[in-house]
C-alpha cells in the first residue's frame, strides 16, 4: 500500500513536471486563443494549399491564418485598395524591382505603413539570417533599417523542356550542347515528325517574351544588360552578336521550326498546343511540364529538361537560382508586437529544409512521399496531383531549393537534373544589383513602355521576316530618338553608382 | 397642362415629382459626385498609399501624366486606332441591332421568333476571354480549323490574327456577333410599344406594308435611335478595352493599340495610377463634347435629342 | 410584338427573311454549342481535340461536379449571387422608375439642370481609388450591401425608361389627372402598366447586370464567403491571358481549369439567365396600347 502511494505520488509528480514543461515551452500559445493573421502573396494570383495545409500551419503557429488570393487581371486593383484601407492585410509579399509591379515596398515605407524589421529578425530569426545572403539584406536596407525579408528564387524562371520520347525516337541519345547541334535537332524533328502530327512546328515558347529571352543567352552572355568594352552598361542590342540573334530567329521562323502563331500566343495556348502533342521543344514557367495532361492522351509521352544551347557567347541562357526575385515580406505597423513576432517566427520556419518541403509539397506522408531521391505521390494518390508549389501559401525565401525533388520525368540522378536546371550559367546581369534605384525618378520613366512596345514589334516583325536583319540598324536610331538616348543615360548612370 | 402662373405655384404642383427624385439625386450626388475629387489625381503624383488625404496633398505635377501617352511616339497612332475602331464599330455595329429587331419583327411564328430571339442574344453572356480562345482555335495559323479548311480550298494559310490589314475588322464581326442579339432587345421593346392604332390608321390609308414600315415603324423607332446614338457618341473614345486586349498582339499594335490599352500596359509596367486617371478624363472631356455637338445637331432636325 | 407582323408581305419575301434569320441564328449557335457540348464532352476528349461541335467520345458530368461541388465555395456563391440580383434590380428599378418619369416631362421647372446633374455622371468618374473610399467612408466594405448600393442607378437607364414614358400619349395622363388623380398614381397606375415592355427590358439588363458582375466583389469585399458566383467564376477562368510585357514575373501556382470546366463555367452562368427570358419575352410581343384611350 505505502509503495503504490508512493508510486502514484511520482507518477503524479512525472506528470505534472511534463506538464508543466510543456506548457513553459509552448507557454503563451496553449494559453491564448489563436491569432488572426492575414497574408497577401502579390507573386501569385491563384488559389493555392488546402484545408489540411492551411490546418496544419493554424496548429503549429496558433493563428487563424487568412490568405488574400487575387484574381489574376484584377489583382493589382485589389492589392491596391487593401494597402489603401488597411483592412484585412498584416503582411504582404511586396515588389521592390520596378518594372514588374508597382514599388509597394518602397510607396508602403515613405508612407509610414510597414515596420523595420531588424530586431525581430534578431530575436526570432536566426534561420533568414544564417540562409538568405548578406547582400540581399543590404538591399533591404534603407537607412540603416531593414523593411523587408528578401524572397529567393530563380532569377529566370523559364527552362526548355523536350519531348524525350520522341528524341529517343529520332536517334538522339544525348541532348545538344551547340547551338548547331541544337538547330539541327529542330529540323530532324520536323523532317521525321516523330508524333505524327498534320503540321508540326517543333520549338513553341509560353510567349514570345519566354523564347527570346531564352536563346538570347547563346548570344549575349548575360540574356539582357551587358558591361560592353568601354565598361558602360548597355542593353543587348548593343552587343556584336545581337543581329546574329535575329538572324537566327529568322531562319529558324521561314523553315517552319518556331510555331507561327509565336507573336501572338499566350500560355494557355500554348498549353494545349503541348497537350495535344503539337510542341517538340518549348521554353516554360519551370513547374509546367504538361506531362500529366499529355500522359492521358499518349500514355508513352516522356518529359525532360534540356539545357539551353552554348552559342557564339560562349554560354548558353541564363538559368539561375538562388537570385533575389525582387520582392519581399513586409509587416505592416498596424500590427501589435505579438503579430509581429509571431509573423516572424512562422516566416523562420518557412526557411528551413521542412518548412520548404512543406511549402512546396504540403504535409509529409499525407501529400507527398520520398521514393529514392525523387518526392512522389502516396500510394492511392491520384496521379497527376503533385504539383510544385500546390500547397505554398506564404512565399517564403529560398524557394527553389527543393523543386527539383519532383521533376520525375528525369531517369537520371538529382546531379544530373540540378545541372540541367540550375546554376550551370549563374545569372551575371550587373542590372541585377540595381533594384534600389527607382526609375519612375529618371527621365526616361514616361517611356519605357514605348521602348518596351518598341522592341516587341521590332523583334516580331524580324523574325516573321516582315522586315529584314538589316531593319534593325534603322531601329535602333529610331529608338534612340524616341526615349532610348535618355534610358541608356540613365541605366549607365545608376551602374556607376553602385558598380564597386 | 392648367397653368400655375408663379414659381412657387408650379413648384407647389409637381412637389410629388420632385420628391420622386430626392432618393437618385442622393444617391448620385454620394457614389458619382465625390468620387469625383479623385480627378484631381490626373493631375498629381498620386500613390493609393497616399490614403484619401492624397487626393489634396500629394504633389502637384499639372499635366505630366497626360504627357505620358500624348508625348509617346506611338501618340498619333494609339489616338487615330482608337477613333478609326470606334467610328468603324457605330458605323456596323450601331445599325445591325436595328436591321435584326425590324427582320424578327416581320415573322409570323411567335415561336421562330422567340427562338431567334433567344440564339441571338446568347453570345452577348460569354466574356471576351473565351471568345478569345474559340478564335484562336479557328484562325491560328498553326492548328485554326478555318486555316485548315482554307489550306484544302486554295492551298495556304492565312494569318488573320496577326494580319493588321484583317485584324480591325475581326474586331468589328466578333463584337457583332456577340452584340446584335442583346442590342436589338431594345429595338424589339420600343417596337412593342408602338400604338397599334397608327398603324391601322395607315392601312386605312391605303399603306401597304412596307409604306406601314416606314411611315409608322421607323419614326416610332427614331426617339430610341436617336437617345441610344447619342449615348454611343458619348462613349466615343471607348473602342473596347476588353476585346482588344484579348485578341491583339504585337504584330497588329499599329492597328489595334487604343488609347485605354496603351495605358494599361503603362501601368502594368510602373503602376502610374496618375495615368489611367488622366487618360480617362481625356476621354471624358471629348466625349462631353461630342454630345454636346450632337445633341445640338439633333434639335437642330426638330428631334427631341437628351435635354 | 409590333403591329405589322408579316401582314400584307408575300410568303417569298418572309421566306428569304426567314432564311436569313435561320443562318444569322445559326452563326450564333453553332460556338454557343460548341460551349455547351464541350462543357460535357470528357477530360480526355477536350485535352485531344480542343473544343467540339459535338462530342464523340461519349458525355461527362465531370466539369459540372468539379464546379459545383468543388471547394471553392460556389453553391454558397451562386445563393450571393441570387440575393445580390433580386436585392439589386427591385431596388434599382424603384429608383430609375421614380426619377424617369419626372424626367420624362419636358415641362417640369428644372428638368434640364437636373437631368445634366444625372448626366454628367455617366461621363465624368473619379475611378477607381476615389470610389473605394467613398465606399469605405459610408462603411460598406466587406459587407453585400456594397455590391448593390453602389450600382443602384445607372443613368443609362433612367434615360432609355424616361424616354419609353415620354412616349405615353400624355392625353392618358391627362384624364387621369381630371379625375383627381396625383402623379404617384399616374405613375403607378398607368404609366408603369403599358410600358411594361420597357420595364421588362431595362428590368432584364438590371439583372443581368447584377447577375455579371464580378469586379466590385474583388475590391470592396475580403470575406470569400461573401464573394457571389461571377467573382468565383472568373478566378477559376485566369491566367487564360498573359501579356508578353509581363514576362516571367508573375506565376500561376495552380492547374487552370481545361476548355471543359470553363466551357461549363459559363454554361452555369448563363443558364439562369436563359431560363427566366422567356418570361420577358412575351412583353415584346404585344402592342400595349390597344383601346386605352378610345373612353
Not at chain 1, 568601354?230 to 543581329?243: I, T
Not at chain 2, 437618385?24 to 475629387?37: D, T
Not at chain 2, 411564328?109 to 473565351?130: C, E, K, M
Request: hydrophobic fraction near 45%; aromatic fraction near 14%; glycine fraction near 8%.
Amino acid at each position: 500500500m505505502k509503495t503504490a502511494l508512493k508510486m502514484a505520488v511520482a507518477v503524479l509528480a512525472l506528470m505534472t513536471a511534463a506538464t508543466g514543461a510543456y506548457a513553459k515551452g509552448s507557454g503563451e500559445q496553449a494559453a491564448t486563443k489563436p491569432m488572426d493573421v492575414y497574408y497577401a502573396d502579390t507573386s501569385r494570383t491563384a488559389a493555392s494549399g488546402d484545408a489540411a495545409v492551411l490546418d496544419f500551419i493554424n496548429r503549429k503557429f496558433n493563428v487563424n491564418f487568412h490568405y488574400t488570393q487575387f484574381p489574376s487581371e484584377s489583382a493589382a486593383a485589389k492589392f491596391t485598395t487593401m494597402i489603401a484601407s488597411g483592412s484585412n492585410l498584416d503582411f504582404f509579399l511586396g515588389w521592390y524591382a520596378d518594372w514588374t509591379n508597382p514599388r509597394s515596398i518602397d510607396r508602403a515605407r515613405e508612407q509610414g505603413l510597414i515596420v523595420p524589421l531588424d530586431d525581430l529578425l534578431a530575436k526570432y530569426g536566426a534561420n533568414l539570417l544564417k540562409d538568405v545572403d548578406a547582400k540581399y539584406w543590404d538591399l533591404a536596407r534603407n537607412g540603416g533599417k531593414i523593411w523587408f525579408v528578401p524572397n529567393v528564387q530563380f532569377k529566370s524562371k523559364r527552362f526548355m523542356y523536350v519531348r524525350q520520347d520522341w528524341l529517343e525516337k529520332i536517334g538522339y541519345a544525348k541532348h545538344p550542347a551547340t547551338l548547331e547541334e541544337f538547330d539541327g535537332m529542330l529540323r530532324d524533328l520536323k523532317a521525321k515528325n516523330p508524333g505524327k502530327q498534320p503540321n508540326f512546328y517543333p520549338l513553341i515558347g509560353e510567349n514570345f517574351t519566354y523564347l527570346y529571352l531564352e536563346f538570347l543567352g547563346s548570344f549575349v552572355e548575360t540574356a539582357g544588360n551587358f558591361v560592353d568594352k568601354d565598361g558602360a552598361l548597355k542593353p543587348e542590342y548593343f552587343h556584336p552578336n545581337y543581329k546574329r540573334y535575329l538572324e537566327t530567329l529568322q531562319k529558324w521562323y521561314a523553315d517552319g521550326l518556331i510555331n507561327p502563331d509565336q507573336p501572338g500566343i499566350v500560355r494557355q495556348q500554348e498549353r494545349e498546343q503541348i497537350e495535344k502533342g503539337q510542341a517538340g521543344v518549348w521554353t516554360t514557367w519551370f513547374g509546367d511540364t504538361r506531362l500529366a495532361q499529355l500522359q492521358k492522351t499518349d500514355p508513352g509521352a516522356k518529359v525532360t529538361f534540356m539545357k539551353a544551347p552554348v552559342g557564339p557567347s560562349g554560354t548558353g541562357g541564363a538559368q539561375s537560382v538562388g537570385i533575389f526575385s525582387g520582392g519581399g515580406q513586409v509587416i505592416m505597423s498596424h500590427c501589435s508586437p505579438e503579430k509581429q513576432a509571431k509573423i516572424i517566427q512562422m516566416l523562420d520556419w518557412f526557411q528551413t529544409a521542412e518548412g520548404q518541403m512543406f511549402q512546396w509539397y504540403g504535409i509529409k506522408g499525407q501529400h507527398w512521399v520520398m521514393q529514392g531521391d525523387f518526392v512522389g505521390l502516396p500510394a492511392g494518390a491520384e496521379p497527376g496531383k503533385l504539383l510544385y508549389n500546390t500547397f505554398y501559401i506564404v512565399n517564403g525565401g529560398n524557394m527553389y531549393a527543393h523543386f527539383i525533388e519532383s521533376v520525375a520525368t528525369d531517369a537520371g540522378t538529382r546531379e544530373s537534373r540540378m545541372a540541367a536546371t540550375s546554376g550551370a550559367y549563374p545569372s551575371i546581369d550587373p542590372a541585377d544589383y540595381m533594384l534600389p534605384y527607382d526609375w519612375s525618378k529618371t527621365a526616361s520613366a514616361d517611356r519605357l513602355t514605348d521602348l518596351d512596345t518598341m522592341k516587341t514589334q521590332m523583334l516580331t516583325e524580324i523574325m516573321t521576316g516582315k522586315k529584314p536583319v538589316s531593319y534593325f540598324d534603322e531601329w535602333l536610331e529610331k529608338w534612340k530618338s524616341a526615349g532610348g538616348a535618355q534610358y541608356l543615360k540613365d541605366l549607365d548612370s545608376q551602374y556607376r553608382k553602385i558598380k564597386k | 397642362m392648367t397653368g400655375g402662373r408663379t414659381l412657387g405655384a408650379r413648384l407647389r404642383r409637381y412637389r410629388l415629382l420632385y420628391l420622386m427624385m430626392v432618393p437618385a439625386v442622393v444617391y448620385l450626388f454620394v457614389f458619382k459626385y465625390m468620387p469625383i475629387f479623385g480627378l484631381m489625381t490626373a493631375f498629381r503624383d498620386y500613390h493609393p498609399t497616399m490614403g484619401l488625404r492624397g487626393f489634396f496633398t500629394a504633389p502637384w505635377i499639372g499635366f505630366k501624366n497626360f504627357r505620358v501617352f500624348f508625348g509617346s511616339i506611338y501618340a498619333g497612332q494609339i489616338l487615330a486606332n482608337t477613333v478609326i475602331i470606334s467610328g468603324l464599330k457605330i458605323a456596323f455595329i450601331f445599325p445591325a441591332p436595328i436591321v435584326l429587331a425590324l427582320m424578327i419583327n416581320e415573322m409570323q411564328n411567335t415561336v421562330f421568333q422567340r427562338s431567334i430571339q433567344t440564339v441571338t442574344y446568347l453570345p452577348h453572356f460569354i466574356s471576351w476571354v473565351v471568345i478569345g480562345g474559340i478564335l484562336f482555335d479557328m484562325l491560328s495559323i498553326s492548328s485554326g480549323s478555318l486555316n485548315i479548311l482554307l489550306e484544302r480550298l486554295i492551298g495556304h494559310r492565312v494569318d488573320f490574327l496577326g494580319n493588321p490589314g484583317a485584324f480591325r475588322w475581326i474586331l468589328v464581326v466578333s463584337e457583332m456577333w456577340k452584340e446584335v442579339g442583346w442590342g436589338s432587345i431594345v429595338y424589339l421593346a420600343a417596337i412593342a410599344g408602338i400604338d397599334t392604332e397608327l398603324y391601322e390608321a395607315a392601312s386605312i390609308d391605303g399603306a401597304g406594308h412596307f409604306r406601314q414600315v416606314w411611315h409608322v415603324t421607323l419614326p416610332g423607332l427614331l426617339p430610341t435611335v436617336t437617345v441610344l446614338f447619342l449615348l454611343r457618341i458619348a462613349a466615343i473614345l471607348d473602342a473596347g478595352f476588353e476585346q482588344i486586349l484579348v485578341l491583339y498582339s504585337p504584330p497588329v499594335y499599329g492597328v489595334a493599340d487604343i488609347l485605354d490599352t496603351y495605358v494599361y500596359r503603362v501601368g502594368m509596367t510602373q503602376g502610374r495610377y496618375g495615368v489611367a486617371t488622366a487618360a480617362g478624363l481625356f476621354k471624358s472631356v471629348i466625349g462631353f463634347a461630342m454630345v454636346v455637338g450632337a445633341n445640338k445637331l439633333v434639335r437642330l432636325t426638330g428631334q427631341k435629342g437628351l435635354y | 410584338m409590333g403591329r405589322g407582323a408579316g401582314h400584307g408581305t408575300t410568303p417569298p419575301y418572309r421566306a428569304f427573311l426567314a432564311v436569313l434569320l435561320a443562318a444569322i441564328g445559326a452563326a450564333m449557335v453553332i460556338p454557343i454549342l460548341m460551349v455547351f457540348s464541350t462543357s460535357l464532352a470528357p477530360e480526355v476528349e477536350v485535352l485531344r481535340y480542343g473544343m467540339r461541335i459535338l462530342p464523340t467520345t461519349g458525355l461527362s458530368l465531370d466539369s459540372y461536379r468539379y464546379i459545383l461541388l468543388g471547394a471553392e465555395g460556389f453553391a454558397r456563391a451562386l445563393w450571393v449571387s441570387v440575393i445580390v440580383t433580386a436585392l439589386g434590380t427591385v431596388l434599382s428599378m424603384t429608383m430609375t422608375c421614380l426619377i424617369a418619369f419626372p424626367m420624362s416631362k419636358f415641362q417640369l421647372p428644372g428638368r434640364k439642370p437636373i437631368f445634366l446633374y444625372c448626366f454628367f455622371t455617366m461621363l465624368f468618374h473619379g475611378g477607381l481609388i476615389p470610389t473605394f473610399f467613398v465606399v469605405k467612408a459610408v462603411g460598406l466594405l466587406d459587407s453585400i450591401w456594397s455590391l448593390i448600393i453602389p450600382s443602384l442607378m445607372s443613368v443609362w437607364y433612367m434615360i432609355l425608361l424616361s424616354n419609353f414614358f415620354g412616349s405615353i400619349p400624355a392625353s392618358l395622363e391627362e384624364s387621369a389627372v381630371i379625375d383627381g388623380a396625383n402623379d404617384l398614381w399616374v405613375l403607378t397606375r398607368i404609366v408603369l402598366p403599358l410600358s411594361l415592355p420597357a420595364i421588362a427590358t431595362i428590368g432584364l439588363f438590371t439583372a443581368v447586370g447584377f447577375w455579371n458582375s464580378w469586379f466590385p466583389a474583388v475590391i470592396y469585399i475580403n470575406d470569400r464567403d461573401k464573394y457571389p458566383m461571377q467573382t468565383i467564376l472568373r478566378e477559376m477562368l485566369y491566367s487564360l491571358n498573359y501579356s508578353s510585357v509581363l514576362g516571367a514575373t508573375i506565376e500561376d501556382a495552380k492547374e487552370p481549369p481545361s476548355a471543359a470546366v470553363r466551357s461549363a463555367a459559363i454554361v452555369v452562368a448563363t443558364l439562369p439567365i436563359v431560363l427566366v427570358y422567356p418570361f420577358l419575352q412575351k412583353h415584346f410581343v404585344k402592342g400595349v396600347m390597344v383601346g386605352a384611350v378610345k373612353g
